[in-house]
Every structure is written in C-alpha cells, then in structure tokens.
C-alpha cells in the first residue's frame, strides 16, 4: 500500500477525521483522550459492519486487530489499515514486527510507550485532538525548517562542541570530513538505540544528534526527557540519502516528484522504512553519474567544499560552524 489516506469514523456520539501517511501511524496519550473510543468503534464496525451504528469512510478497508488471534488475522488481511489497541502483549515483540513487515497494510497503534522493535517516524506520532464530539490527530513532536525536533518549545541555543550520528558509514565520514579543521568532534554510536546510552555517558556535552527521522520514532522520547536535554539539539532529516537528494545533484524529473510526496511512491510492502527507499532511490539515480553513491564509503565528490556546503545547508547554518 502507498498513498495518503483520509479516514472518518463516526456514530452519534463521535466524529473522527484524520489522514495516514506512512505505513505506522502511532497514537499516544492519557485515559480519557479518545484512543479507546476510537479503537472501539474500529472493533465494533469490525465484527457487526453497519449494525454497530458506526460509520467508516476511507478509499482502504479499516479493521481492528483482535488480540487472541492476531498473527492469524494479520497473515489473512491484505490492503488494510490496522487499528491495534494499546495494552497488546504482542506489541513490542520481533514476531510482531517481522510479521507486520512482510504485509502491505497500514497499521494505526495506540500506545504510551515507545515501540522499540519498530522502525516509524517522528513525523507520524499524534495525539488526538478534541473539540465537543469532534476529533483529529496532532502531531506531538514540533520542528523547525532545520528539521530540530522538539516536544513543547524550540531550543533557544544552536550552539554544539559534539556532533553523534548512528549512521557508521557514508553519514559518518561526510560529517567527519565537514567538521576536520574545526573545534567540534564527530562520534558514531553505530544505532539509534545506541544514542541514548553515549548522551547518558557524555552529560557535559553540548550534542548534535543526527539521526535519520524516518525510523527514529522510538527514540526520540526518552532522549528528549534526558536530565542533559538542554545541551541536546536533536536534528532528524529523513535520511542522509534524503539529504543528497534534496542537494539536487542528480538530475532527474522523478526524483523530484518523489520528494515533494513520498508518500505516492514509497510502497510499504517493500520497504518498512523511509530510509531504506531514499537509500535504493539514490543508489540508483546516481550509479552512471559522477555522484555515484554507496552507503559504505562517501564519494569524494560529495566531500568538496562547494558540494558539501550545499548538504549540510539543509540541516545547519553552516557559516557559524566552520
């Protein structure tokens, strides 16, 4: 499955409207917010269709996940959207994940706690909004046009001594290079669960984090609620790839249709993450062109001054780091 979907679900007493962009769609908060209001119209629409007063509007069929035979009901449904309650004992398992994986549907999952053993984005974190009967998603995380990542207001210092990236290979050696003739040390912490380990162990730090936002959702809470997390300035781009792409260096009119709405070219299916297809896009695009990319070694053309300037200007106002 691939697209935007807009979904209404209403009965009497509640009205829904929200779109899905992504293939995981997070839901978070309190008792009370409308999360189990929601999943229970999903569940009652489920087994009785139009009888449960409920009425669903979507392009896509909308099931809810019954919790007693969920990997069987899971292998049977195919170009669905996937509402799973929180309290799932299954959530955060690698069965879970690796059964969701090989579908194509679209899943909505309500739960508190971060999905550890699933790769979904920042972008696509909500709580739910309410007006009378009305509700909607809100986006629980805030950026700003540098993609700095932030839960209630944006940091007020851009100032950094440390930059730490997950990424182990091409990431990590153009931002080495970048930054080799100034006063701030790159380090890699070669994941993102790893991340929050290196920040506990290097509080007087004032941090960059670099990290690819498309699979960072599982992270970026606890990193956030950090004791050090004023030193913190979380930056979270799609992807490195995704940066390359953006710099415009490979020429091509698909690529461009591509980045103003991924979400019309990226099927699930094949790729769980955002990152993995910015990754074979450029790949790709790039193999008969000078900017010829692999994701182990950087192309040293990427690491001249001219072109490096033109990456790193999406993430950083680079004249106040050089």
């Not at 009888?51 to 049977?76: H, M, P, R």
């Not at 950090?226 to 020429?251: A, D, V």
């Not at 091509?252 to 769980?272: R, V």
């Not at 990754?279 to 062109?289: D, I």
Request: proline share 2%; net charge neutral.
């Amino acid at each position: 499955m691939k697209g935007i979907h807009h979904i209404e679900v209403k009965n009497r007493d509640a009205s829904f409207k929200f779109d899905l962009f992504r293939n995981i769609t997070v839901i978070r908060g309190n008792s009370g917010t409308g999360k189990t209001t929601l999943y229970e119209m999903i569940s009652d629409y489920t087994r009785l269709g139009e009888a449960s007063g409920v009425n669903i509007s979507c392009d896509k069929n909308c099931i809810a996940l019954i919790d007693t035979d969920w990997k069987n009901q899971l292998e049977e449904t195919k170009d669905s959207i996937v509402f799973i309650d929180e309290g799932a004992k299954y959530l955060n398992t690698k069965e879970f994940a690796h059964t969701i994986k090989a579908t194509d549907n679209y899943y909505v999952i309500f739960n508190r706690e971060s999905l550890r053993e699933l790769p979904y984005s920042i972008e696509e974190i909500y709580e739910i909004k309410t007006s009378g009967k009305y509700h909607s998603f809100k986006k629980i995380y805030k950026s700003n046009k540098r993609h700095r990542y932030y839960k209630e207001t944006s940091p007020k210092s851009n100032k950094f001594d440390t930059l730490i990236t997950e990424d182990t290979n091409s990431g990590f050696q153009f931002y080495e290079n970048y930054f080799k003739n100034s006063d701030i040390k790159c380090y890699t912490s070669g994941s993102n669960s790893a991340i929050f380990d290196w920040l506990n162990s290097h509080p007087d730090k004032n941090t960059l984090i670099i990290a690819d936002g498309a699979a960072f959702g599982s992270e970026i809470d606890r990193i956030l609620k950090l004791r050090t997390s004023s030193n913190i300035i979380l930056c979270l781009p799609e992807s490195f790839e995704w940066l390359i792409l953006k710099g415009g260096f490979i020429k091509d009119e698909n690529i461009e249709k591509i980045l103003e709405s991924p979400s019309s070219h990226i099927e699930s299916e094949k790729y769980f993450s955002w990152e993995k297809f910015f990754t074979e896009l450029l790949t790709e695009k790039s193999a008969q062109t000078p900017f010829k990319y692999t994701k182990k070694h950087i192309n040293i053309i990427y690491l001249n001054e001219h072109n490096s300037e033109i990456i790193i200007s999406e993430i950083l106002n680079y004249a106040k780091h050089r």
